[in-house]
């Protein structure tokens, strides 16, 4: 059987195309992975030939396409339950937390733009951006200290919720945002995660540069 496919952006920029890679990664499941290099010539008409959101990512598997990095997390997660914590409440807790990852943060994305090979930028969070990082920060330590007891991630295992904020670690990594207490330790777990390791190893490699994303003193 052909394996499922996942359309993705640059590694070294598209953090919702890293959302559902890491989580494939994590529950061991084989799959091609499909490339598209984003705003350049002829971009939107490559991705609109695999997306009808005209957006990455896009998971497609055998008859089935899901496009929004979180519908593809929960349709990997009908057959993996193992991406959702197995307690309820801590399940719940998982998706919120998710939710406002999705809907939220646009201040922080936008003054911190993922750049995954970029490892000793600096810019000055201002405005809504600095209480976007205070929050994040706040989910961490409550997610690691109500229900991470059993292992490095936010739940313990790895989950959704990794998949969902890994991808800020690196941003906060990038620009020196510090962490303390239990967030310090979360971003450690993330960074040195091997399929992290190797998401930023795949941005290494790539040539493409996106100049209104390469932001910060360095
Ligand atoms: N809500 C979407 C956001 C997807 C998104 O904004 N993708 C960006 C790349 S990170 C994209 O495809 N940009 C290409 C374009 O807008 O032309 C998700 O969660 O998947």
Known sequence: MAKPVLVIGNKNYSSWSMRPWLALRHLGIGFDEVRIPLYGEGSSEEIRKYSPSGKVPVYIDGGVRVWDSIAILEFLAEKHPSLWPADAGARAHARSVCAEMHSGFAALRSTLPMNARAGDRWVELGGDAVGDAERVLEIWETCRGEHGKAGPWLFGSFTAADA???????????????????????????????????????????????????????
């Not at 620009?175 to 795949?202: F, N, Q, R």
């Not at 209104?212 to 360095?218: S, V």
Request: proline residues 2%; hydrophobic residues 40%.
């Open 164 to 218: 969902m904020y890994a991808p800020v670690v690196l941003r906060f990594h990038t620009y020196g945002i510090e962490a303390g207490g239990l967030s310090k330790g979360y971003m450690e777990t993330v960074l040195s995660d091997e399929h992290v390791l190797e998401w930023i190893s795949g941005a290494e490699q790539e040539e493409e540069v996106i100049e209104k994303f390469e932001k910060g003193i360095y």
